[in-house]
């Protein structure tokens, strides 16, 4: 990587949150269906800006980390969703991921807020684990009959929330770590469902 200093902080206009937005969307591949498209952080801007953090190296953009309230959780108002992080490929393995969450983190606590939260894309699992995050089970699936055969299965682990909701079944398992042998059980008795990981961290 260029040895050049890494600042880190937050937009101080509309214009620059567009841009970190872009840097985010072209590294992620943001698809016009993502569910926090740009006109979602310009409210984030509005309201709690310094959740915002980008990296650069002089003047240009080299990573980000994007936190907002976390909009599917209402009733747990402490919980920031981490939404987006992304460092360009050339500056990676050099600390700046881990240091935009610390910024986002210690931002957060500074706003009262107690939780993080995200879902992890697949490959970074580990570096969210090094960042003192637990992996949590999520398992969705279109059907409202199965939740207590699901209980059954997962018997061994706490559950962190369950529900059926508009034709849906949710289930979040505090499995700490990710259950490689609990995903092909799962999906082998329910092909049609989707399983992920929410991680999650206390800031308190
Ligand atoms: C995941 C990502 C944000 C990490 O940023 P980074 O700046 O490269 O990571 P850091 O240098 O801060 O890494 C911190 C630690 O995590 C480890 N780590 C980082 N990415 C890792 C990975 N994919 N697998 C295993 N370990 C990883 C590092 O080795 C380092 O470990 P150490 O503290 O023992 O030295 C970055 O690789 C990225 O943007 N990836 C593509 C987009 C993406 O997957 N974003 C996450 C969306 S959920």
Redesign the pocket.
């Known amino acids: 990587m260029n040895k050049t200093k890494i600042t880190y902080g937050f937009p101080q206009s509309k214009e620059e949150v567009k841009s970190a937005y872009r840097f985010v969307q072209q590294?992620?591949e943001i698809k016009l269906t993502h569910p926090r498209q740009e006109e979602y952080y310009l409210d984030v801007f509005e309201t709690l800006p310094s959740l915002l953090i980008v990296a650069k190296s002089q003047e240009s953009i080299v990573?980000c980390a994007f936190g907002s309230k976390n909009p599917f959780n209402k009733e747990e108002i402490g919980e920031i969703l981490i939404g987006e992080?992304?460092?360009h490929p050339n500056?990676?393995?050099?600390?700046?991921?881990?240091?935009l969450l610390t910024r986002l983190e210690t931002n957060a606590k500074k706003e009262g807020f107690t939780a993080l939260i995200?879902?992890?894309?697949r490959?970074?699992e580990?570096?969210y684990f090094?960042c003192g995050f637990s992996a949590n089970f999520f398992f969705q699936i279109e059907n409202t009959n199965c939740l207590e055969e699901l209980k059954k299965l997962t018997i061994k682990y706490p559950i962190r929330k369950a529900e059926i909701d508009e034709g849906w079944t949710r289930l979040t398992l505090e499995t700490i770590n990710m259950v490689p042998k609990l995903e092909q059980q799962i999906s082998a008795r329910f092909p049609d469902g989707y399983i992920h990981y929410a991680f999650t961290k206390k800031i308190d």
């Open positions: 590294l992620l990573g992080l992304c460092v500056f990676q393995g050099n600390n700046i991921g881990k240091t995200l879902g992890a894309r490959g970074a580990p570096f090094k």
